[in-house]
């Protein structure tokens, strides 16, 4: 999807992740692992955070696609839990980003590859 700022690209990635996050707990219910937690998903665009929490849409972002805003359902109903993750901590941009050796160090540290 074309998207016209980096907060709808944000929220569109968004809820891809959310419909994962579905997808999960409807597999892990299958094999009996019900889960009663909400999932958590860290998100590092403090506008996208703002578009969930507030209940008056923003006619600055009246065109993104009514499909997108299930998250803001979800959100609600606290199925997910979205929370805020500083740039610099957010260790899923080694797979999306070029980085500085010591945040690709930091990162792979992170994930447990070394």
């Not at 009246?62 to 199925?79: A, N, P």
Request: glycine share 0%; charged share 30%; with cysteine.
């Amino acid at each position: 999807m074309v998207t016209l700022s980096s907060t709808e690209a944000e929220y569109v990635a968004l809820a891809d992740a959310v419909q994962e996050s579905i997808w999960m707990r409807r597999i892990l219910n299958d094999l009996n692992r019900n889960i009663t937690k909400p999932f958590v998903i860290f998100e590092d665009n403090q506008n996208c955070i703002r578009m969930l929490q507030k209940d008056k849409p923003n006619p600055k972002r009246k065109h993104i696609d009514i499909k997108y805003h299930f998250v803001k359902e979800l959100f609600k109903s606290k199925d997910n839990d979205i929370r805020y993750c500083a740039s610099e901590h957010m260790t899923a941009d080694i797979l999306t980003k070029p980085l500085e050796a010591v945040k690709t160090r930091q990162f792979v540290h992170n994930l447990g590859i070394v």
